[in-house]
Nanobody, 124 residues
Framework: QVQLEESGGGLVQAGGSLRLSCAAS????????MGWFRQAPGKDREFVAY????????DYADSVKGRFTISRDNAKNTVSLQMNSLKPEDTAVYYC?????????????????WGQGTQVTVAS
């Protein structure tokens, strides 16, 4: 019912910035909370950021707090992740996902729809 597609990944130097975007195909986008996750080679999928359906509440992993900002534009059916001061440890495939869960949004199993992912590589 909700199809998601990420874009904006690429190769950047440490200390640089990237802005990831996630576009939803359906008109039901605004009824879902949204999250960003990432997965580095050989590691489990990791929670990055969360935003409520209205955009009024956000949450971040400690590892990205103060550097990343999640936002959404329900009129355009998009959610974004602004990533500043990037570090080599941020290198991963980044996934956009949607959920109707009202708690424990840091758990990947709470999300019912996922994009294909976009690669972010930070060179040291």
């Amino acid at each position: 019912q909700v199809q998601l597609e990420e874009s904006g990944g690429g190769l950047v130097q440490a200390g640089g910035s990237l802005r990831l975007s996630c576009a939803a195909s359906g008109r039901t986008f605004s009824s879902y909370a949204m999250g960003w996750f990432r997965q580095a080679p050989g590691k489990d999928r990791e929670f990055v950021a969360y935003i409520s359906w209205s955009g009024g509440y956000t949450d971040y992993a400690d590892s990205v707090k103060g550097r990343f900002t999640i936002s959404r534009d329900n009129a355009k059916n998009t959610v974004s992740l602004q990533m500043n001061s990037l570090k080599p440890e941020d290198t991963a495939v980044y996934y956009c996902a949607s959920t109707k869960a009202g708690s424990r949004w840091y758990l990947s199993e709470k999300y019912s729809y996922w994009g294909q992912g976009t690669q972010v590589t930070v060179a040291s």
